[in-house]
């Protein structure tokens, strides 16, 4: 009974979204010989509670958990394939509710902390040699050390606000193609950082970032580069304190690396190798990240 009660939450926390922004950014089409008698709220609710309940990340599994247990709650279910190309029309609609959800999220925190922190994530589509095909217009091929592999695919950004003993709080995320650096990203942003601390790694170091937050009241702490043209000498002179700021700066950042593997576990957001298409793609980002903060809301 329990688990019928979480799915007639979920269903009615996604008809309020639906009814009051989402349905006016979903693809529309005739019905010449089709009704529709499967709603995209249905579509978007069998979506989440299977990732959300049985941790069913591909939509073929998805569409089978649903066949198998909860047919007799959703008897219009359509065919795998229609129900694959329904969700995929709905991709546009994602990134909004994934909004609406963050601030759902925000109001149960408190803000008063001012503490950012900044990292991305790879999401791949294949791995090594293997030639990408998916998505062209998005996604590329790169080198990433911290997986120490070649890749194709996405490079997710985030932001999130530190919390004391907790996960960071989502304020930002965008989509870059793998090959991308983080700099730009942060440098999009960087006007809207006011009175704020922000921690990434050496990525983001860069002087005119860090002179504009100071204009800003803010702030920027990253690992220190070492200096073109340093003499031996000035790199062991510099060296101890060097290695202990980054030590200090990657001990206030860890929680945004903990908040990738949180949702790495929980939503399995970065293997997109079964994804076919652009809208799939999408699909599979913004929902997972979608799912993700439902998890962290209550859901």
């Not at 009051?20 to 529709?36: A, P, Y």
């Not at 994530?121 to 911290?146: N, Q």
Request: proline letters at 4%.
């Amino acid at each position: 009974m329990q688990l019928q009660l979480k799915l007639i939450k979920l269903y009615s926390f996604i008809q309020d979204c639906y009814n009051t922004e989402l349905r006016w950014h979903c693809q529309r089409f005739s019905n010449n010989g089709n009704k529709g008698d499967f709603t995209d709220i249905e579509i978007l609710t069998c979506y989440f509670f299977a990732i959300l309940e049985e941790q069913r990340f591909q939509i073929k599994q998805m569409h089978s958990y649903i066949q198998k247990y909860w047919l007799d709650w959703f008897p219009d279910l359509p065919s795998y394939q229609a129900f694959n190309a329904r969700l995929n029309r709905l991709a546009d609609a994602l990134p909004l509710l994934l909004g609406l959800l963050s601030e759902r999220l925000h109001p149960r925190k408190e803000l008063s902390c001012r503490d950012f922190l900044l990292d991305s994530m790879p999401i791949m589509l294949c791995k090594g040699k293997k030639r990408g095909k998916v998505a062209t217009e998005l996604a590329d091929k790169t080198y990433s050390s911290s997986k120490s592999l070649y890749y194709y695919g996405l490079k997710l950004h985030w932001m999130g606000m530190s919390q004391a003993g907790t996960l960071p709080l989502p304020i930002w995320m965008e989509l870059t193609p793998a090959s991308t650096h983080d700099l730009p990203s942060m440098r999009q942003i960087v006007g809207n950082l006011w009175g704020c601390r922000v921690f990434g790694d050496k990525a983001y170091a860069a002087e005119d970032v860090g002179n504009q937050l100071e204009k800003q009241y803010a702030a920027l702490f990253c690992p220190e580069k070492r200096k073109k043209g340093e003499s031996e000498w000035e790199r062991q002179f510099n060296e101890a304190f060097r290695v202990l700021y980054g030590k200090a700066v990657s001990s206030v950042r860890q929680p945004i690396e903990s908040f990738f593997r949180w949702m790495i576990e929980k939503v399995n957001i970065q293997n997109a190798s079964k994804v076919r298409s652009t809208k799939g793609l999408n699909v599979h980002v913004f929902g997972k990240a979608a799912a993700a903060i439902m998890m962290l809301i209550g859901f």
